[in-house]
């Protein structure tokens, strides 16, 4: 079992920045991915960004064409804690974001969301104009 707490949501105005972590709890040795998702008010849930855990030559990361040169997902393995900082952020933005985890290896890539076994209750970001 994995636990995932995420934390830094918050309210900011267009264009200002926020950083947002998601720390791993229990039994994390295993883990492969961790990506954010995000559900806009009224809409379904999307993928944000996915990175990959352990590989040899470096974490694979993913982002949605929405957040692409904006977020950036990373991970650090001695805190077991993954973050997505956000710049310029817009009021499209505004979303509950919530972190996911998956412990074996997957064939696809980017991972999809039914995909992932472990999730956070989520952080609110909250984007004005």
């Known amino acids: 079992q994995v636990i995932l707490v995420e934390s830094g949501g918050g309210s900011v105005q267009a264009g200002g920045s926020l950083r947002l972590s998601c720390a791993a709890s229990?039994?994390?040795?295993?883990?492969?991915?961790m990506g954010w998702f995000r559900r806009p008010p009224g809409d379904e849930r999307v993928g944000v960004a996915d990175?990959?855990?352990?590989?040899?030559?470096?974490?694979?990361?993913w982002y949605s064409d929405l957040v692409k040169g904006r977020f950036t997902v990373s991970h650090d393995n001695a805190k077991k804690t993954m973050y997505l900082e956000m710049n310029d952020l817009k009021p499209e933005d505004t979303a509950m974001y919530y972190c996911?985890?998956?412990?074996?290896?997957?064939?696809?890539?980017?991972?999809?969301?039914?995909?992932?076994?472990?999730w956070g209750r989520g952080t609110q970001v909250t984007v004005s104009s």
């Open positions: 996911a985890a998956l412990n074996e290896y997957y064939g696809r890539w980017p991972i999809p969301g039914v995909a992932y076994k472990f």
């Open positions: 229990g039994n994390t040795g295993d883990l492969r991915y």
């Open positions: 990175i990959s855990i352990g590989d040899i030559g470096g974490s694979r990361t």
